[in-house]
């Protein structure tokens, strides 16, 4: 079985990101934080490795105690939304064009969402508690 391969780029260029074996879905954060990080929702795609041609413009911002956000030092596109506590990693959809027409798995932090964000389609919208939950019971701590 070969890997699938996404790659994808800040509005810039200057840095290059592939993806092996992305997910087939995106999903969409209406946190606070996300918001304010790239001005709307934040849409998360995961995959099981990354690589950056260059990481000489790739930078990293601590947003809170359990994560990290990268972003280009060049142009400030954000480019990942590191979850410190798993490891996991997922990367802004929209930095890829072979992203633009998969679908919405779930919407989480529904409770911040901007009135002015469309949240059409037929999928799971979980408040930030229930995210909470959802984390904790997987026996995540947010101390």
């Not at 391969?5 to 810039?12: D, K, P, Q, Y």
């Not at 280009?72 to 990693?89: A, D, I, N």
């Not at 932090?109 to 059409?120: C, H, L, N, P, T």
Request: with cysteine.
């Amino acid at each position: 079985m070969s890997e699938k391969v996404l790659s994808g780029h800040c509005l810039c260029g200057a840095i290059e990101v592939t993806l092996t074996n992305p997910k087939d879905h995106v999903e969409i954060c209406h946190c606070d934080m996300c918001r304010r990080s790239g001005g709307a929702f934040y849409g998360a795609l995961e995959a099981e490795g990354f690589a950056y041609a260059s990481e000489e413009f790739v930078g990293v911002y601590r947003s809170s105690e359990w994560a990290e956000r990268g972003f280009c030092k060049q142009c400030g596109s954000s480019l990942f939304y590191h979850f410190m506590p798993t490891g996991s990693r997922s990367f802004a959809a929209g930095l890829f064009d072979g992203a633009n027409g998969l679908p919405v798995s779930r919407e989480i932090f529904v409770e911040e969402k901007s009135a002015w964000q469309a949240g059409d389609g037929n999928h799971p919208k979980m408040t930030g508690e229930e995210v909470i939950a959802e984390a904790k019971a997987a026996g995540f701590t947010f101390d």
